[in-house]
């Protein structure tokens, strides 16, 4: 049903990365379905850019690809229809971006359940249910 899946993974949270993954290969069932794993970097704020090294972004970006590789390398999916993409910025537009340069039908991302925080400032999965164009799959805990 779905050809092109697009998971956005924050790697700081291994479970619910699996949980995305998981949720993703069930629904990854075309024989030519891709899945692509975007993991969005914050930028560094110029005030601090005079007290870090000039190559950090970039040890930052091969960090994350790494990362991504090997999270890739673990599924059972095959490894040929699985791509990965690093990018800078806030996370709700990057993930938007991505899912319409790379052609997503399907984006899955994970969600904390809701606190008094995430209804007064919002949460990055409402911000791309509310803006995606295509579907979009949110898993919880």
């Given at each position: 049903m779905f050809k092109?899946?697009?998971v956005p993974l924050d790697l700081a949270e291994?479970?619910?990365t699996k949980q995305a993954i998981e949720a993703a290969l069930t629904l990854a069932e075309a024989p030519d379905?891709?899945?692509?794993?975007?993991?969005?970097?914050?930028l560094v704020p110029m005030a601090f850019m005079d007290y870090i090294p000039p190559t950090f972004e970039e040890e930052q970006r091969k960090a994350a690809e790494q990362e991504l590789a090997d999270t890739a390398a673990k599924?059972?999916?095959p490894g040929e229809r699985i791509?990965?993409?690093v990018r800078f910025g806030a996370i709700?537009?990057?993930v938007l971006a991505e899912a319409d340069e790379w052609g997503a039908d399907l984006i899955v991302v994970c969600s904390h359940r809701p606190t008094m925080a995430t209804y007064?400032?919002?949460s990055n999965a409402k911000s791309i249910v509310r803006h995606?164009?295509?579907s979009v799959l949110v898993v919880r805990r």
């Amino acid at each position: 049903m779905f050809k092109k899946i697009l998971v956005p993974l924050d790697l700081a949270e291994s479970d619910l990365t699996k949980q995305a993954i998981e949720a993703a290969l069930t629904l990854a069932e075309a024989p030519d379905a891709q899945l692509r794993f975007v993991n969005v970097q914050s930028l560094v704020p110029m005030a601090f850019m005079d007290y870090i090294p000039p190559t950090f972004e970039e040890e930052q970006r091969k960090a994350a690809e790494q990362e991504l590789a090997d999270t890739a390398a673990k599924t059972t999916f095959p490894g040929e229809r699985i791509t990965t993409r690093v990018r800078f910025g806030a996370i709700t537009p990057e993930v938007l971006a991505e899912a319409d340069e790379w052609g997503a039908d399907l984006i899955v991302v994970c969600s904390h359940r809701p606190t008094m925080a995430t209804y007064l400032i919002g949460s990055n999965a409402k911000s791309i249910v509310r803006h995606a164009k295509c579907s979009v799959l949110v898993v919880r805990r």
